[in-house]
């Protein structure tokens, strides 16, 4: 649902023709905060500048999920970078260039 509701809700001009995905969430025991990791492909800047326009848009995806939701409490979120598909790259290319170095494929 939040993914849903970044994609069409949020006017931002930063998350305009992004590609972002949220790769997991880690909410709180008492649902009041949930760590929501994004993976963003971009450069560093792009990354950053994301990150912040998502951090300004947390308050209205808040706001958003408590009216759709039928819940007591619904977390405030806490944007953080996911890196993990990155270092898996890097270390494919890393085990790739080995292989060819060896003359064996991967």
């Known amino acids: 649902m939040l993914a849903e509701f970044v994609a069409r809700r949020v006017k931002d001009p930063d998350l305009e023709d992004t590609l ?3 790769t997991d969430v880690d909410v709180s ?7 929501v990791h994004v993976s963003v492909l ?3 800047e792009q990354k950053r500048t ?8 947390e308050g209205f995806l808040h706001r958003q ?3 759709e939701m039928h819940i007591k409490r619904v977390p405030r ?3 953080l970078l996911d890196e993990r598909m990155e270092e898996a790259d890097r270390i494919t290319a890393m085990m790739r260039d080995i292989a060819r170095s060896e003359g064996r494929e991967f």
């Not at 025991?29 to 760590?35: C, G, P, T, Y």
């Open 65 to 67: 999920l408590m009216r």
């Open 42 to 44: 971009g450069d560093e």
């Open 50 to 57: 994301i990150l912040a326009a998502l951090e300004r848009s």
């Open 77 to 79: 979120f806490h944007f």
């Open 29 to 35: 025991a008492d649902l009041s905060h949930a760590r």
């Open 20 to 22: 972002l995905s949220f």
